[in-house]
């Protein structure tokens, strides 16, 4: 599932957590980068939010 970067099946304020963990180097999920434009960032964060409102 796309945001779903924990892969515990659910998206959530994990999965923002894991993205920017990601970003500070604390994290090597490729799954982070949920935008595909091959940096993990503040879009990725964005992204994960808009997944978990529906608007994605």
Same mark, same amino acid.
């Given at each position: 599932?796309?945001?779903?970067?924990?892969?515990?099946? !659910?998206?959530?304020?994990?999965?923002? =957590?894991?993205?920017? =963990?990601?970003? %500070?180097?604390?994290?090597? =999920?490729?799954?982070?980068? %949920?935008?595909? =434009?091959? !940096?993990?960032?503040?879009?990725?964060?964005?992204?994960?939010?808009?997944?978990? %409102?529906?608007?994605?």
């Amino acid at each position: 599932m796309p945001g779903d970067v924990d892969g515990n099946g !659910s998206v959530g304020i994990e999965d923002v =957590n894991a993205v920017i =963990n990601t970003m %500070l180097g604390q994290g090597t =999920n490729t799954g982070a980068d %949920l935008d595909g =434009n091959g !940096s993990v960032g503040i879009e990725d964060v964005n992204a994960v939010i808009n997944i978990m %409102l529906g608007k994605n």
